[in-house]
Each structure stands twice: as C-alpha cells, then as structure tokens.
T-cell receptor, first 115, second 116 residues
Framework: ETGVTQTPRHLVMGMTNKKSLKCEQH?????MYWYKQSAKKPLELMFV???????ENNSVPSRFSPECPNSSHLFLHLHTLQPEDSALYLC??????????????FGAGTRLSVL | AQTVTQSQPEMSVQEAETVTLSCTYD???????LFWYKQPPSRQMILVIR??????QNATENRFSVNFQKAAKSFSLKISDSQLGDAAMYFC?????????????FGTGTRLTIIP
C-alpha cells in the first residue's frame, strides 16, 4: 500500500458517456500527477498539479479534463472518449514537484475500456 | 529531450538465482536522478531503488543493487536471490534536476518471470 488510492479499479464506457476517475493521497504531499499507461509504450505524463494549481499539461486532448479541489484529491473527467483512449490511468503524488530526488508514489490505476 | 531504453521486453530467472535488467538513457545533463520501479500484477508501481548521478557509489537496497555507469549512460538493476514475489514489470525512469523539467521519463519496461 503506497498511500495513493484510485477508484474505480475498472471502468467500461461508451464513447458518448461522461465519467470521472478519482485519486486520493494520504501522504500529505503537495504535487499530484496523472499518467497514461498503454501496452508496450512508456508511461505518458498527462497532467501535473502543484498545490492545487495545474502546472503542466502535456498536449492532452480536451476530452480529458483534470480537477484538483485540494492537495489530497485529484480527478480526471472523461467525455466523448475514443477507443484508443483505452489504457491504464495511473495517479501519483510526491512531496513537491521541485526536488528531483522526491519519490513519486503511485496508485494501482484505473483500467479504462472505451467501447 | 531525454529518452530511456529498456532493450529486454522479457526476462526469466530461476528462483534463488541472480538476474540483471538493463537500462540505457540519453541526456545532455550532468545531474539527474535514475529510478527503478516495480509494477506487480496488482498494478501498483513501487519504487525499488534510486540513484543520483553525482554519487559514484552504486545504490543498494537489500537484494537489489544497481550498476551505474555514467559515461556509458547505463543503469542496470541486479536482483540477487530471486524470489517468487519479484515477478513483475520493471521500469527504469529518468528525472532531470532542472526546475521546470520535472517529469519522470520511463522506459517501456521488462517483464520478469521467476521460475520455481
């Protein structure tokens, strides 16, 4: 158990649905991250939040909309997704985003299937 | 931009034996951090070991050790006395120390199988 909890574990949605992924960290960290993990590809960083402010958006399509209401919670709102968006979505947190030595702690991810 | 390469998609090792997973990276920076993460079937990515580029001494954590060759840009992971619980995907990752470039760059991973 890394102190980062993601729900749901699995999600199946149609292309016209709207759903949200939730991440909660119990570590007192100030930075939170969303990653996309697709088969046979490196993890792709999607969004970075620091003290609830979005500081990085790696050219992610607007059908993915993050929200960070406080430093412990992070959401990823999904709408009108495409089948190629099917992947494992991982949330991570770290003490802060600045120090390179800070370890990122990961959740177990949400396995998303878009039909 | 930095890149991380793991050239072994799959590896297997007999239980109690030693296995080495390879990782190379490309960077023009002189200071950075390198990490090995383990992702078991439970999917939760767990840190195995961390190395700072400025430290010449190779990092060790119990049965896990690294061979860090800065000039060759190589960062291999050695697992000694392999156990069934070591079966997982292993990811090598790079992290710059430059402010504003804080993302972790991952390799594609190596799937390690432990043979009883």
């Amino acid at each position: 158990e890394t102190g980062v909890t993601q729900t749901p574990r699995h999600l199946v949605m149609g292309m016209t649905n709207k759903k949200s992924l939730k991440c909660e960290q119990h570590l007192g960290h100030n930075a939170m991250y969303w990653y996309k993990q697709s088969a046979k590809k490196p993890l792709e960083l999607m969004f970075v939040y620091s003290l609830e402010e979005r500081v990085e958006n790696n050219s992610v399509p607007s059908r993915f909309s993050p929200e960070c209401p406080n430093s412990s919670h992070l959401f990823l709102h999904l709408h009108t997704l495409q089948p190629e968006d099917s992947a494992l979505y991982l949330c991570a947190s770290s003490q802060d985003r600045a120090l390179a030595k800070n370890i990122q702690y990961f959740g177990a991810g949400t396995r998303l299937s878009v039909l | 931009a930095q890149t991380v390469t793991q050239s072994q998609p799959e590896m297997s090792v007999q239980e109690a034996e030693t296995v080495t997973l390879s990782c190379t990276y490309d960077t023009s920076e002189s200071d950075y951090y390198l990490f090995w993460y383990k992702q078991p079937p439970s999917r939760q990515m767990i840190l195995v070991i961390r190395q700072e580029a400025y430290k010449q001494q190779n990092a060790t954590e119990n049965r896990f050790s690294v061979n860090f060759q800065k000039a060759a840009k190589s960062f291999s992971l050695k697992i000694s006395d392999s156990q069934l619980g070591d079966a997982a995907m292993y990811f090598c990752a790079y992290r710059s120390t430059n402010f504003g470039n804080e993302k972790l760059t991952f390799g594609t991973g190596t799937r390690l199988t432990i043979i009883p």
